[in-house]
């Protein structure tokens, strides 16, 4: 997952995410933040420039599916990130990560099934297509699909170190982004919403205006 978030994106500056030795040995919810270009600082004295304003962001849950922690402590990051994906309402788009060499096991099934269950949209990206012979691809993607029951169109085939599928990827992240900004928008203006996420975008159209 780490090697992908930072293919995402191309960092100029600031941390990255930091890629382990151990597959699946992530214990928390890790958090990104993708800022916009600040401000210049004006010219005019008394005036300074605006500070860098987050536009979207990632995170980066625990790979239950190829786990590597004890019982006890499995039981506790899948809590947390249960909580973390039921109460975001703003989540525009949840990335299930399968490994393209393997063959989807009952954890992978029962992570697509929950997210399917909490309603969050949802894309299937097959990772470390780059580990592949040409032959193996199709036969490869064809086990996933199959394994998790998934569309013709899925899983999207992606490498972090090739750079295959991500542009791809980049397009799927930011229309999911721009549905759900039409959605949340389209709630305070019905009055369905008026916390969290939402006061923050009126207050933005406010400034607009």
């Known amino acids: 997952k780490s090697s992908l978030l930072n293919k995402l994106v191309t960092r100029v500056g600031g941390d990255s995410a930091r890629v382990g030795k151990t597959p699946g040995a992530t214990a928390s919810v ?17 005036v300074g420039g605006g500070e860098a304003k987050p536009i979207l962001g990632f995170a980066d849950l625990p790979g239950f599916g190829y786990a590597k922690l004890s019982k006890e402590t499995k039981e506790s990051v899948e809590e947390a990130a249960e909580k973390y994906l039921g109460k975001r309402r703003e989540l525009a788009l949840g990335v299930l990560l399968v490994d393209s060499r393997r063959v989807p096991n009952a954890d992978d099934r029962a992570v ?84 969290g996420v939402m006061r923050m975008l009126g207050k933005a159209k406010d400034e607009k205006d």
């Open 30 to 46: 890790n958090l990104y933040a993708l800022l916009g270009q600040a401000k210049r600082k004006s010219s005019v004295p008394g």
């Open 112 to 195: 697509l099934a929950a997210l399917y269950d909490m309603g969050v949209p949802l894309i299937v990206v097959a990772t470390k297509s780059d580990k592949l012979k040409g032959s193996e691809v199709e036969s490869a993607m064809e086990s996933i699909r199959d394994g998790l029951g998934l569309p013709e169109n899925q899983p999207l085939r992606v490498s972090g170190v090739t750079g295959e599928g991500v542009r791809n990827l980049w397009s799927i992240i930011l229309d999911a982004c721009e549905t759900k900004k039409d959605e949340l928008k389209l709630a305070l203006e019905e009055g369905r919403e008026k916390g």
